[in-house]
Nanobody
Framework: QVQLAESGGGLVQAGGSLRLSCAASGRTFRMHGMGWFRQAPGKEREFVAAISRSGITYYADSVKGRFTISRDNAKNLVYLQMNSLKPEDTAVYYC????????????????WGQGTQVTVSS
């Protein structure tokens, strides 16, 4: 089983940057594909970015070119670098792990963190 813990959320102004981190427990981290999702008030959880266990990255169209997902298998860490933030990026951001190579769907993930709040002001 994998335990995930997000950090790095906060309040930033539009156009600013944040770097989210996800710390994973266990010694099987490198066997999991990892993803970031977000959920805004009144909306369903949506895919943001994913990285396969081989390091291939995938992005939602809404964040492509602004966000970067990366992983450090030696440290059991996944990052989401968020640049050029917009108010519509405001949401709770969740880190997730899948036993599959990669997935862009909520149902494709087996483990979830508790979420970290990102708020972008105008």
């Amino acid at each position: 089983q994998v335990q995930l813990a997000e950090s790095g959320g906060g309040l930033v102004q539009a156009g600013g940057s944040l770097r989210l981190s996800c710390a994973a427990s266990g010694r099987t981290f490198r066997m999991h594909g990892m993803g970031w999702f977000r959920q805004a008030p009144g909306k369903e959880r949506e895919f943001v970015a994913a990285i396969s266990r081989s390091g291939i990255t995938y992005y939602a169209d809404s964040v492509k070119g602004r966000f970067t997902i990366s992983r450090d298998n030696a440290k059991n860490l996944v990052y989401l670098q968020m640049n050029s933030l917009k108010p519509e990026d405001t949401a709770v951001y969740y880190c997730a792990a899948t036993v599959s190579l990669y997935s862009e769907d909520v149902d494709g993930y087996n483990y979830w963190g508790q979420g970290t709040q990102v708020t972008v002001s105008s």
